[in-house]
Each structure stands twice: as C-alpha cells, then as structure tokens.
C-alpha cells in the first residue's frame, strides 16, 4: 500500500488524530526502511469480560495489523490496582491482585478472537512499573503539574462538586504516559475518554528525548439503553462471551437511532455501505427492523459462525414473533428456599443493580412463571422451579438446590 492508502486505513472513522502531518512522516519512514510502527493499545483488566464496545479499537487495531505494523497490546496489570479515573464520578473500588490476574487472562482469551496472535505483542505493564525507584516515582510526578492535571474534564468537575480525588488517581495517567515512554510507541489508540491520558504521554516521551506518540482516539459506543457508554456494570452491554442466542437478542433490543452507528464501528461495512444504510432508513425505504437483524446476523457470524447465526436468528423470530419459549433456557441454583423478586432478579443477574430490577418491574418487563409481575417486594417461593422472563429476551429457571 501507499503512504496514503495506509493514512486513510488509520484515520477511517477516528475521532482526534494528533497528527496526521506525524503520522504521514512515520508511515512514509515506515516504508522506507521496511520496519514496522510500534502501535500502542492498553487495557486495564477492570472486569473478566470484554463487550461489542471494547471491538472498536481492537477492529481497528486488527486493520492497521493487516498493513504490517506491529500491535502491542499492553494490559495495565499495575494501573489497575489504581483504576482508571477517566469519566468517573467518584473514585473506583480498587481491586485485589488475584481478580486482576483473573480478568488479565480472559482478556487475552477474549482479544485473539479479533487480533492475531502471533503478530501481536502482549506486554504488563508491572514489568516496568513495578521496578520503579522511589526517586524514579519523584521524577516522574515532577513533570506534571496539579493544575494542567486538572484541566482533565472528570477531575476538574468532581474538584469543584468537593468529590474526593485520591493522589492515587492524580497518577493514573502519568504512570500511562510512562508506559508510551518505556515502550517507546510511535501511535497510541483509545477511546475518545483516554484522549488526556494518551496525550500526556505524547508529552513524556517529548521529555524524555523520544519521538511524540500520534494519538488517535475513536468514538465511544453507546449500550443497549442507547445513552451511556456501554458497560456491564450499567447493565446494558452486549459481551463478546455472550451465547449466540443472547448477542442476537441483544442487537436487537438496541435503539433505531443506532443501527447505522453499530454497522460503521462493529462491522465490515464499507463507507459506501454506510451511508446507503443512512439514506436509506432516513427516507424510509429501508426498514428499522429488518436492518437490526441484519446487523444482529453480521455480528453473531462474526463471533459464533454463519451456522450459529441462522439458528440465533430463527430462535430469536420463533420466540418473539409467536410468543414462544426458546428451546434452551438456562437454570440457575440458589441455596435459599425463597427471595423478595428484587434481590432474586439481582441476585441471579437478570438485572444489573436492585434498582434496576426494581425499574424493570415497574416497568411491566418481568414476568414470572408467563405471569406479569407486578409487587418488587413480592417474596418468590423457589421450591420448585420458577420460569423468569426479563426484558424481551432474558429468560432464566430458577429453584432451589435444596432438597
């Protein structure tokens, strides 16, 4: 490929380049010497899963592999144990060495179904981190000011609401930017929401006599409620590990709004494609729906195989259109004897939160035994099993493993 032909692949869909003049010059050094770009993507192991969201840097990752470059995928055993503050309202619970290792494990399982192993570098960043020296930990704080950190949007909303901001996260991206320095990373990708992170970066590794990083961040994917960012702690993401049947579902419950946005950042749709899709629904000579099962198809394929897809697609029509129960419905073992329907619905996972099973009830979504539920507070009798429906497509038997 070209220098251009290659700039365009790196800038498709991209939010912020910084920039594309240095980006031009390192492909186009690229080439000459025939040594691949060193492109930089971190991920701190917060939760063991990865949803839809997180394919959005890792599909462009995938692209920028195909041209030759080299992907390290750096997993932030070490920043971990901080957490990252970015667009937090308050400090994250911090979490135990065994639940990161847990979660940094899944976490290769999870990306190589996207990546590709063997032309990608998986690094921790403990290797270096934890080897810093006290006077290396005073060096690196001296070269960030308490004023430019708080330029950062989410601290500097949080300092003046007097929400408590630890020194621990004041060094959350310092210790990210030291990451772009000991790697030596000619491009940095992420999230639109690590944008300050990635930059401080760029500006260490100008500290430290090296080449500045490009940054490139991308936008950040809505969730199935159509407004937060996707996360499995708001209850409304879809997760690569999702069975087949679930992942369709779930497409499928996403909001109108978001179809043509899912199709341009989850899959292989041209820019072409894209902007027919747009047109089309926009004039109405496409249909919502039918498009959604589209999308529903192209993703569940993509991660469970065509053969998977049909039979989650014929499931979903078969269920939905007719009202009927799928042929599978997984069963769930609680030691107690009986539960109030709020903590059952969290308790087994129907619902994120209790006041999220506790809207989903008000909102007429559950049912119990094909049965409207209607009481929160109703106590659910689990000595004999007990069919719930969750949503449109959650279904779970419960019953008590007591005999």
């Not at 430290?208 to 199935?224: K, M």
């Amino acid at each position: 490929m070209t220098v251009e032909e290659q700039l365009r692949v790196f800038c498709r869909g991209l939010v912020d380049c910084i920039d594309e003049e240095d980006l031009r010059k390192k492909i186009t050094r690229s080439l000459k010497e025939k040594k691949p770009l060193k492109i930089k993507y971190g991920a701190d192991p917060s939760s063991p899963h990865l949803h839809l969201g997180h394919t959005v840097p890792l599909r462009k990752l995938k692209a920028i592999q195909e041209l030759g470059h080299q992907i390290i995928f750096l997993i932030g055993d070490f920043t971990a144990r901080i957490g990252d503050p970015s667009q937090q309202s308050q400090t994250r619970p911090q979490l135990t060495q065994d639940e990161i290792g847990k979660n940094a494990k899944t976490y290769q399982e999870q990306v190589f179904r996207i990546l590709d192993r063997k032309r990608t570098k998986v690094v921790y960043n403990s290797e270096w981190l934890d080897r810093l020296k006290p006077d290396q930990f005073l060096s690196l704080m001296s070269q960030y000011t308490v004023a430019r950190i708080l330029e950062r949007d989410d601290f500097s909303q949080r300092y003046k609401e007097n929400k408590p901001i630890t020194l621990l996260e004041f060094m959350y991206p310092l210790l990210q930017g030291y990451d772009s320095v000991e790697l030596k990373s000619d491009v940095e990708i992420g999230g639109t929401d690590q944008k300050f992170n990635l930059l401080v970066g760029r500006e260490l590794q100008r500290q430290s006599g090296q080449e500045p990083q490009t940054v490139l961040t991308l936008p950040i994917l809505e969730g199935t409620d159509g407004e937060r960012k996707m996360s499995k702690s708001l209850g409304n993401a879809i997760a690569l590990e999702d069975t087949s049947t679930n992942m369709f579902g779930g497409v499928m419950s996403v909001p109108d709004k978001l179809i043509v946005r899912y199709f341009k950042y989850l899959t292989d749709a041209s820019d072409e494609e894209v902007k027919k899709l747009e047109e089309g629904l926009a004039s109405g000579k496409l249909h919502p729906r039918h498009e959604k099962a589209r999308l529903a198809h192209t993703l569940v394929a993509m991660y469970h195989g065509e053969k998977e897809a049909e039979r989650a697609q014929s499931e979903f029509d078969r269920v939905f259109k007719s009202d009927e129960l799928p042929d599978e419905i997984q069963e769930y073992k609680l030691s107690e004897r009986a539960m109030d329907l709020v903590s059952l619905l969290a308790k087994v996972g129907l619902a994120a939160s209790k006041s999220e099973a506790r809207r989903l009830i008000q909102q007429g979504a559950v049912e119990i035994d094909r049965e409207l539920a209607k009481e929160p507070s109703a106590v659910i009798s689990l000595d004999s099993p007990r069919l719930i429906r969750c949503g449109k497509r959650k279904f779970l038997r419960v019953r008590s493993s007591r005999d």
